[in-house]
């Protein structure tokens, strides 16, 4: 993934000595006339705190909300936090109904009131009806821009519907079909419609046994299901299978992408929303919490450690070594944390499989624990010409590496099992474990050989 | 993402019990004429080797290719690598050309010529089309199965000509216009056919300024691209602009998931096709050599206590200590590193803003090395009694954290430049980096206070 994809940085270079030049007239020209929302967007997603600002107020204020939609939520919280809810109008006009309730979903609920009483009635329903399901549900990713048709008439009555239209909504792969109570009956994909004989009624052709997604389900099972059967939209019901909207793949993609960014920056304790280029107060702020929790951890890896201090004091080599039992623990625990936390969120570990897993990781544990041990050991005796070291030490590594791997297991699972995030707590509580069991061992066994 | 999402548990209990009790039988039935292809391989991707073996024996032959083609990459290998080439032509027929490519690709190039000759010559020629180009290309994510149409015609004769096909090719989102030598001219999207006079020529509303995708493009450009402009598909074409297939969302998609695996699995030494499942030798073979690599890593920090064994002997509350300062340059840098590495992935990092950057990580590293090193210092005093001892391991945490962030920072920066994945080598020289310094400054420090 560390390709130079996506590489605007000419365009960045143009821009800033643009600005460095004091052009600000013709920065405005590139963003307000020549580049995509999108690309302005990811503009400022990659310029520093005070570059950003600049081009921010350079955006005409009828197009901050196209950009808007396209920032990642940490940054969109700045520039929406200015905004009044005027400001908030303009800005948003003619966005999808999921997009500007994405976006008022981040302001506070008195400014979202304010936003809803001076919006027209239908667009207020809309979005109302968004706004009333939470945001990583398929409700709050739902779209309200359906195109509705009824069973009993003729694909050439749909197609001359259709002409009435000055355009059909983005994403537009299916028409669904609904009665007269707005219940959802099934779908017309377009491309059956276009090859079917317009004389046959809509319901001799439409799908019935097609993927209907419940209001309340969760946005990552929506995920799953869109990438399990190449969806491009699909239709969106409550629990009385009235029609409420349709999720598009495009609002999908980018719960794939948060899902997937989610994992890797919560192990280094992150938010997957993490500005790049965040200011260096709000972003020392948040490290120096992580920082916080895991020097608990250092300070029990020490505290263990101060526990044989008599010991070490008789045999230096000892301090010389331990650092390796705990990294070496620390390795194979993580391997086995990341394989576990990501089997989870791809959905292939269930309880049916669990003990297999356990089983296998444990004889991983044995296997790469004895290989090691015995090149360690032999280092250890080589380099101190001390044979009961490397037994001590190969032994101490056999042991964490066996409870490293089995940690590494079960923690996401517990974890899972109590609620808790084992992206985020997962990995810390793996170092405490492999750190305090590495060094029980080595010292303990040490100070059994040494001291008695 | 770690819900639990897809949880195909009951089945594979269901399948299990059925497999218990030999009713073999009734598991063939569910997987060949219950499951869609798509939950059949997530089955198997979700059953420890033996059941996954038995399963697969109980695919009809036809369908294995449909199971095949949803498999990851590891597993995928293993099937393919069984089947003769009249094996693969059965499972693979009626499979899309870029998804038989996908998998033919995994095969030994003398295999893929004996699957080649069988097949007939238009499936040939389509294949070997995708084949002549890198799978991770745009060429190499491509299918052939256009709908390609003439400038001059009128939307009336092009849906009469549409018609005349059984079904149109799944993600069809719209036509592609070509010139009479199959230059690629524009695209006419369908939901716009659908709302156009039907005796206007396609000419008058095509659209000439779409996304047009060279088929060398790396395959994260074009994840990129989809992602930006919610595209369901786009045109492939080759330096001279001839049409030469097209590209789907639902094959981004996977592209997506993949790219953003990369990271969280390389930073742990694993490969993002990693089988949750994988055999135990398998599986040990593969870790011993991440652990052999940080192996490398530990002895080199043993070998910086080492030079001071003579200050721990005299001082054993730095053998207590040390660790600490090891583990919190390593926790600062790693977030560094994480925040960078995505960071360069979404492409936000250029040039013109890693002067920014660093600057930030370095006043953030100033800021927490301080703090942290503050409370150390104390805990430390209180701990020991000693003032000096404070002192030094407060110094020696400003140091190391402030050389942890840099590192973090320029690290990946300098592994991209030399063309080495920053994920996969990234975090074992970080640790390398903050083992060796925070080691070497606090243990060197207190060689100075204590020794002299």
Same mark, same amino acid.
């Given at each position: ?33 020549? =580049? ?100 990583? %549900? ?9 195109? $509705? ?41 377009? $491309? ?118 008599? $010991? ?5 080599? @000892? ?18 944390? $990341? ?17 297999? @897993? ?11 624990? %004895? =290989? ?10 080589? !380099? ?21 791997? =089995? ?9 899972? !099992? ?5 992206? @985020? ?28």
């Amino acid at each position: 993934m560390a390709s130079d994809n996506q590489d605007t940085s000419p365009l960045i270079e143009r821009l800033n000595d643009a600005m460095d030049s004091g052009a600000f007239a013709q920065v405005r020209r590139m963003i307000n006339r020549g =580049l995509p929302p999108q690309d302005v967007a990811h503009l400022l997603e990659s310029s520093p705190p005070k570059e950003r600002d600049l081009l921010w107020q350079m955006i005409d204020p009828e197009l901050q909300g196209d950009v808007l939609q396209y920032l990642s939520d940490d940054i969109q919280m700045i520039y929406l936090k200015r905004m009044n809810p005027e400001e908030f109008l303009t800005a948003t006009e003619g966005l999808e109904t999921d997009d500007i309730a994405d976006l008022l979903q981040q302001l506070p609920d008195t400014i979202i009131q304010e936003v809803l009483v001076s919006m027209d009635a239908q667009d207020r329903h809309r979005v109302e009806a968004v706004l009333s399901y939470p945001e990583d %549900t398929a409700g709050g990713l739902m779209n309200t821009d359906t195109i $509705t048709i009824r069973a009993d008439i003729t694909i050439d009555v749909v197609m001359r519907y259709l002409r009435r239209h000055q355009s059909l909504p983005e994403s537009t792969d299916s028409l669904l079909v609904v009665s007269r109570k707005d219940h959802f009956i099934g779908v017309l994909p377009i $491309t059956r419609m276009l090859v079917s004989d317009p004389n046959i009624t809509v319901r001799e052709v439409m799908d019935t046994d097609c993927i209907v997604i419940k209001a309340d389900m969760p946005d990552s099972e929506v995920a799953n299901l869109f990438e399990k059967f190449d969806l491009i939209s699909a239709p969106v019901v409550d629990d009385d299978d009235t029609l409420l909207g349709r999720i598009t793949i495009d609002d999908v993609v980018d719960v794939i992408r948060e899902d997937a960014d989610h994992s890797l920056m919560s192990m280094a304790g992150l938010d997957e929303d993490e500005d790049t280029f965040s200011p260096v107060l709000l972003t020392a702020r948040r490290r120096a919490v992580w920082l916080g929790i895991n020097l608990l951890t250092a300070f029990l890896a020490s505290a263990v450690i101060g526990i044989f201090d008599e $010991t070490i004091e008789k045999v230096v080599a @000892l301090a010389v070594l331990m650092p390796i039992v705990a990294s070496m623990g620390g390795i194979a625990g993580s391997q086995t944390l $990341t394989v576990v936390i990501r089997g989870m969120a791809l959905g292939h570990i269930s309880s049916s499989n669990t003990p297999w @897993l356990l089983n296998r990781e444990l004889i991983v544990g044995v296997i790469n624990g %004895t =290989l090691w041990a015995v090149v360690v050991a032999g280092v250890a005796v080589l !380099w101190f010409n001390d044979l009961t070291l490397g037994f001590i030490i190969g032994a101490a590594i056999v042991i964490n590496l066996i409870v490293a791997v =089995l940690a590494g297991a079960a923690l996401p699972l517990i974890l899972k !099992w109590m609620k808790i995030d084992p992206a @985020l707590a997962g990995s810390v509580l793996l170092t405490t474990v492999t750190d305090v069991i590495g060094f029980m061992a080595f010292l303990g066994l040490a100070t059994v050989f040494y001291l008695s």
